[in-house]
């Protein structure tokens, strides 16, 4: 493991990071979802795919990356654009999964790679929509000191800024985004996710004129039992 100071926008980040294959030439980015890490990335892909050199990055406030600050969608790609462009690296293939493949679609890599990506914006219950109500109903009343009470399991034990984070982040549209993606893309999805459902994998398709959609048994984690196969399909876009 190893560490990179990175200063954007008078922010100063840690980010945490760990690279395989040091020697190869080709850069394979691999960015996390919410609330997880580069080491259950790395269980996933690190046996596999050895010809090219691969990047796993904590992304702030995940893993042993640390942050002090409420940030952005875009906040995050400038951050792991700044760390790209300090480690010499380039945008060969860029693996996102969930969140992560927000941040992996702005960095505009040759060859997008996307594990049920965020981006769709999916219909909240009534019970989700009822909290946010009261949420911010209280708010002016001082409410904002409860925000435990209404955060989701997405941010159970971590810090008030990373919560207002989830808040800027969560509902985003990138439809337009997707749209305008120009290089190639393989769209991999979970059938039985229930956090991104694979009616949003299809939209993504659809936007994505160069793109190929896989679906794959397993929830929002499938792949986690499906590196291999995930690997394979990557090695032989790439290879085109």
Do not use: C
Request: glycine share 8%; hydrophobic share 40%; charged share 25%.
């Amino acid at each position: 493991m190893a560490i990179r100071n990175i200063k954007v926008k008078n922010m100063q980040f840690n980010i945490s990071y760990e690279i395989v294959n040091r020697e190869k030439k080709t850069d394979l980015i691999v960015l996390h979802g919410w609330g997880s890490n580069k080491e259950l990335m790395m269980n996933a892909f690190k046996r596999f795919m050895p010809s090219f050199r691969h990047i796993y990055i904590d992304m702030p406030g995940f893993g042993k990356s640390g942050n002090d600050y409420s940030l952005t969608t875009n906040d995050y790609y400038n951050i792991i654009e700044r760390f790209i462009k300090e480690l010499n690296l380039k945008k060969d293939i860029v693996i996102g999964h969930s969140f992560g493949g927000k941040v992996a679609l702005l960095l505009e890599p040759k060859l997008l790679v996307l594990l049920s990506s965020a981006g769709i914006p999916v219909k909240k219950s009534f019970k989700t929509r009822a909290k946010i109500a009261l949420f911010k109903l209280l708010k002016p009343l001082g409410g904002e000191n409860f925000y435990k009470l209404f955060a989701t399991k997405d941010v159970e034990g971590m810090s008030k800024n990373m919560y207002e984070t989830l808040k800027n982040v969560v509902d985003e549209d990138f439809s337009e985004n997707f749209k305008n993606f120009k290089n190639k893309a393989l769209i991999f999805w979970g059938e039985k996710d229930g956090a991104t459902p694979i009616s949003s994998g299809k939209k993504i398709a659809s936007l994505i004129k160069n793109s190929r959609f896989i679906p794959m048994e397993g929830d929002h984690y499938f792949f986690l039992k499906n590196p291999q196969k995930i690997s394979e399909a990557i090695e032989e876009s790439y290879g085109k």
